[in-house]
């Protein structure tokens, strides 16, 4: 039977039509493998708007979505879909939506092993998981973490989009001796991304600045040549326009930017709206 949602699907289906386009990419059979790097260098956070898109556009294809708050609680999240007509709670309950809480008790004194066992502790109403890193060891922290995402793709067969708003709690623990950790943490993404035996996508926010300014820390580099595509959201080199809110050039994560555009890149201006968000080509702004 079809979730609740979709009886708002013909008001929002539309709502991402022109990035979808530039993407290749069909709204009612999303990507089912592949890693998607977000790298948000705009001030206010637009980057985010992209993240909202992928949760909505797989609970609306009916596949499982895997959203990682770091960043952001649930509610927040919740207030956000429903405004695209998706319900996160009635998602729950029908088992395609889980929410691992890394934003609530992002940090834990209690120390952890790498043997230690997961148990996948879903409330079946809100689909919250609980987890926090221990500040006794950040790599028993990272297998724990991909212990969890491992149980959660592979508890059902069907398709699932793992959503990671945010790297900054890993990084922030992590001492430069420590950063191949996290390296090693989004390498175990890509390659759970690419597991023929799975269906599985991986969508990673960071923050960056914007290209050709090379990323203050190495591990946004390394995710860049790991990510099939990196969509790269920033201001506008002109500056601020009431028109126009940003652009999002989107690339092969093994693209340089200078040679993006000659090579197939897309260049996007967009415009925030109250339930959507338009994306046009440079120039082509839509009213």
Same mark, same amino acid.
Not at 1 to 29: I, K, V
């Given at each position: 039977?079809?979730?609740?949602?979709?009886?708002?699907?013909?008001?929002?289906?539309?709502?991402?039509?022109?990035?979808?386009?530039?993407?290749?990419?069909?709204?009612?059979?999303?990507?089912?493998?592949g890693?998607?790097?977000?790298?948000?260098?705009?001030?206010?956070?637009?980057?985010?708007?992209?993240?909202?898109?992928?949760?909505?556009?797989?609970l609306?294809?009916?596949?499982?979505?895997?959203?990682?708050?770091?960043?952001?609680?649930?509610?927040?999240?919740?207030?956000?879909?429903?405004?695209f007509?998706?319900?996160?709670?009635?998602?729950?309950?029908?088992?395609?939506?889980?929410?691992?809480d890394?934003?609530?008790?992002?940090?834990?004194?209690?120390?952890?092993?790498?043997?230690?066992?997961?148990?996948?502790?879903?409330?079946?109403?809100?689909?919250? *998981?609980?987890?926090?890193i221990? /500040?006794? #060891?950040?790599? !028993? $922290?990272?297998?724990?973490?991909?212990? +969890? %995402?491992?149980?959660?793709?592979r508890?059902?067969?069907?398709d699932?989009?793992?959503?990671i708003?945010?790297?900054?709690?890993?990084?922030?623990?992590?001492?430069?001796?420590?950063?191949?950790?996290?390296?090693?943490?989004?390498?175990?993404?890509?390659?759970?991304?690419?597991?023929?035996?799975?269906?599985c996508?991986?969508?990673?926010?960071?923050?960056?600045?914007?290209?050709?300014?090379?990323?203050?820390?190495?591990?946004?580099?390394?995710?860049?040549?790991?990510?099939?595509? *990196?969509?790269?959201v920033?201001? /506008?080199? #002109?500056?601020? !326009? $009431?028109?126009?809110h940003?652009?999002? +050039? %989107?690339?092969?994560g093994?693209?340089?930017?200078?040679e993006?555009?000659?090579?197939?890149?897309?260049?996007?201006?967009?415009?925030?709206?109250?339930?959507?968000?338009?994306?046009?080509?440079?120039?082509?702004?839509?009213?």
């Amino acid at each position: 039977p079809h979730s609740p949602q979709h009886r708002h699907f013909g008001e929002t289906r539309a709502m991402y039509d022109d990035l979808n386009a530039a993407l290749n990419w069909n709204a009612e059979n999303p990507p089912w493998h592949g890693m998607v790097l977000i790298k948000d260098a705009a001030p206010t956070s637009e980057g985010t708007l992209l993240l909202h898109h992928f949760v909505s556009m797989h609970l609306r294809a009916e596949r499982r979505v895997c959203l990682v708050g770091f960043e952001q609680a649930l509610q927040h999240y919740s207030a956000v879909a429903r405004r695209f007509g998706v319900h996160l709670p009635a998602e729950a309950q029908a088992g395609r939506f889980t929410f691992v809480d890394g934003f609530s008790n992002p940090f834990s004194p209690a120390a952890t092993t790498p043997d230690q066992s997961v148990d996948l502790e879903r409330d079946p109403r809100s689909g919250l *998981v609980n987890f926090s890193i221990s /500040l006794q #060891s950040l790599e !028993s $922290s990272v297998q724990q973490f991909t212990k +969890l %995402i491992s149980k959660i793709v592979r508890s059902d067969s069907s398709d699932c989009c793992i959503v990671i708003d945010g790297l900054s709690t890993f990084l922030d623990s992590a001492s430069e001796m420590e950063e191949f950790l996290v390296a090693d943490l989004l390498h175990y993404l890509r390659v759970l991304s690419k597991d023929p035996s799975l269906r599985c996508s991986v969508v990673v926010l960071a923050q960056a600045p914007p290209s050709p300014v090379p990323p203050l820390d190495r591990t946004i580099l390394s995710a860049e040549y790991m990510a099939d595509t *990196v969509m790269e959201v920033s201001p /506008l080199t #002109s500056g601020h !326009s $009431s028109a126009v809110h940003g652009q999002l +050039l %989107i690339r092969d994560g093994t693209q340089e930017r200078d040679e993006t555009l000659s090579e197939g890149g897309k260049m996007l201006q967009f415009k925030a709206k109250d339930n959507t968000v338009s994306f046009f080509p440079p120039g082509l702004f839509k009213s």
